[in-house]
């Protein structure tokens, strides 16, 4: 059994730097883990790529040779990413051991989470392949400042959950940038009532019903719940990380303990 992370959300939510710290936090408790770059556009890396999706297929050679622009070009290169599942990417899997921990570290434009089918065949790939899965969705924790930001931002993370279909984690990212902490602490556990209260009061009369079926509709999902990251304390990344452990069942295994009975013992 192999384990993967498929760390997903908008472009500039953080995927790449939460992809680091928690490289350099298993490093320093003694874990091993492997980052895989999906990225075609990406060009720094602020840890060691085990595979890299340029090795297949470049944004800059799909660009120059079709003259599509990014988002085309992106959407190009993660379609050919598709149609070699079962050769690159098979080959790629076959340099890990059943026990390996995976991290994709994947592109940002949310279209590939919420209705283009790419991932989804990767994830199903994945799982023939004898993966357990979590969908790691990090959100941006300067964006959720007001009511109407926290719903949009989960309507995108409930999109990304029903396409993808798997177990699913959400993050705030950015905590050690977020200066009025207060602001942020009210949307991680809040009350339904309280935002559709909250919601009512900033939109027109005629979006109540409206209003009451997308709080109803997050509450039903339990898409209220984050998980703040503060990536200056190995506390919140390791909290971050034993979340996503438990959503795959990493390291059940090595709990399990099965003892022995005498036929005395039962008696």
Known sequence: MGYAQLV?????????????????????????IHIVNLDPAAENFNYPVA??????????????ELGLGPNGALMYC????EENLDDWLAEELENY?????????????????????????????LKRKNFNVCAVYLLDSQFVTDVTKFISGCMASLSAMIQLELPHV???????????KKDIEDYLNPESRVLLSELNSRMAPQFAKLNKALIELVDEYSM????????????????????IDNCIQYGEDADVKIKDFDADDDE
Request: hydrophobic residues 35%.
């Open 97 to 125: 051991t059943d026990d390996d921990y995976l991290v994709f570290d994947c592109p940002g434009q949310l279209e590939l989470y919420s209705h283009v089918p790419v991932l989804r065949n990767f994830v199903e790939h």
């Open 51 to 64: 595979t890299d999706i340029r090795e297949l297929i470049s944004l800059d050679d799909v660009m120059e």
């Open 78 to 81: 993660m379609d050919e990413l």
């Open 224 to 243: 209220v719940s984050f998980v703040p990251l503060d990536l200056r304390k190995e506390s919140s990344i390791e909290y971050v990380l034993a979340q």
């Open 8 to 32: 997903i959300g908008p472009a500039g939510s953080g995927k790449s730097t939460y992809c680091a710290s928690l490289h350099k936090h298993c490093e320093t408790v003694g874990r091993t």
């Open 170 to 180: 959400n993050i705030l990212s950015k905590m050690d940038l977020v200066t009025k």
